[in-house]
């Protein structure tokens, strides 16, 4: 049998034991009372974690597929887009917004930086003619841990009518959002980030005015047609077979979360960031966003000179059963990433810089044991409740 490991991915993330439990029900009818029920409240409950009225679509896929919804939708072929990437996961929105059409006008902050609202609003002013029908940009950015000044990005938009596209699958519940206050048309989520649930099911949140622009789309998409999903979502049901054991666990872990409240739920992943942080600086290393625009879902730390990630992660694993993520894009050969999102004990964060001491001090490394684990104890013990 496997040990319990100490779990710290950015996604999938640790599932707490009722939500665990949850999805084990037996199956029902996915057309049944019984999957209505439960659905509606899930979505009805997924407004709040959103901010919003507007209506949340469900598909059965993960976030990726989320986000190509939310472009074969709202995108036609030769469509001028602006994409306004900070790394890895920016640069799939601007592939999928290319695989189907669009001209993409494509910026992309320094990687460990966040999006410069001023940058936006610029290329905005200068499109007189308002032909820019898409301003596509994240909400957290999980390859180098930065997340974005979301509410000026979405101010230097207006004015404009272009409609606002969301990547919040690594920063809804980890990160302040709020979809109407902030004018935002279409934000995607996935059920194993901030969720605490199994992956299979991401979500959608879709404006007013995102339905106009959807109704006469042209881009060709069946799976993915959400206007259809709309219609079975009024009766309770989704176009196709649903994740079912998801669904269920999603809608239990929102039980959870809608106890504890939304604003607590953010204010800890902060806190949590800063316990790594601390520690990780302790250490000598250094994490790869910028202070101010550090993530609360996620650090990305690069690897001390002449040292390869794998290096790192794989006895991090195999000695001490700790599960941190490798680097990705750009810096996948010069980065590690510790996941602090959805459900994660205080301790386990200190276990973690424990054993990333050991692994250290074996590659040789100046390392004093104890060090970053005194920083990120330090913080813990003044940030606690
Ligand atoms: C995890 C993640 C996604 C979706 O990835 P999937 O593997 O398709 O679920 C998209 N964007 C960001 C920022 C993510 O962290």
Redesign the pocket.
């Known amino acids: 049998m496997t040990e319990t490991q100490y779990f710290l991915l950015?996604?999938p993330t640790q599932v707490p034991p009722s939500v665990l439990r949850a999805g084990s029900a037996p199956m029902v009818n996915h057309r049944g009372p019984e999957f209505k029920v439960i659905f509606q409240n899930m979505i009805e409950s997924l407004k709040q974690i959103f901010r919003t009225k507007n209506e949340i679509i469900t598909l059965t896929?993960?976030?990726?597929?989320?986000?190509e919804a939310s472009i074969v939708n709202f995108i036609n072929p030769g469509d001028k887009v602006i994409v306004a990437s900070i790394?890895n996961?920016g640069r799939?929105y601007r592939d999928l917004a290319q695989t189907f059409g669009a001209e993409v006008d494509f910026i992309e902050a320094p990687w460990g930086s966040a999006i410069d609202p001023e940058e936006i609003k610029k290329r905005l002013d200068a499109d007189s003619r308002k032909e820019i029908k898409a301003i596509i940009f994240?909400?957290?950015?999980?390859?180098t841990g930065v997340y974005n000044p979301l509410e000026a990005i979405a101010a230097a938009c207006d004015g404009h009518p272009a409609l606002r596209i969301v990547?919040?699958?690594?920063?809804m519940a980890s990160a302040p959002l709020a979809t109407d206050e902030w004018g935002l048309d279409v934000v995607?989520a996935?059920s194993?980030?901030a969720f605490m649930s199994p992956?299979g099911l991401?979500f959608i949140a879709v404006s007013e005015q995102a339905w106009q622009v959807q109704a006469k789309n042209t881009n060709r998409k069946f799976y993915f047609d959400l206007d259809n999903a709309r219609k079975f979502a009024l009766l309770g049901q989704t176009p196709f077979t649903p994740a079912i054991a998801t669904a269920y666990a999603v809608a239990q872990a929102l039980k959870i979360m809608l106890e504890k409240g939304l604003d607590n739920i953010i204010a800890d992943h902060f806190r949590r960031r800063d316990i790594v942080r601390q520690g990780i600086e302790a250490l000598g290393l250094r994490c790869v966003a910028d202070p101010g625009c550090a993530s609360p879902?996620?650090t990305a730390i690069y690897t001390p000179k002449g040292i390869a990630p794998p290096q790192i992660v794989k006895p991090l694993r195999e000695k001490y059963n700790a599960v941190v993520a490798g680097g990705m894009g750009d810096i996948k050969d010069e980065s590690f990433r510790i996941g602090h999102l959805g459900y994660i004990n205080d301790l386990d964060l200190i276990a973690v810089l424990a054993a990333l001491e050991m692994v250290l001090l074996e590659l040789g490394l100046d390392i004093t044991l104890g060090s970053g684990v005194a920083a990120a104890q330090k913080h813990l013990m003044k940030s606690s409740k």
Do not use: I, L, W, Y
């Open positions: 950015p996604g896929c993960s976030g990726t597929g989320g986000m790394g996961f799939r994240q909400h957290n950015e999980t390859s990547d919040s699958v690594s920063g995607v996935a194993q980030k992956p991401a879902a996620v």
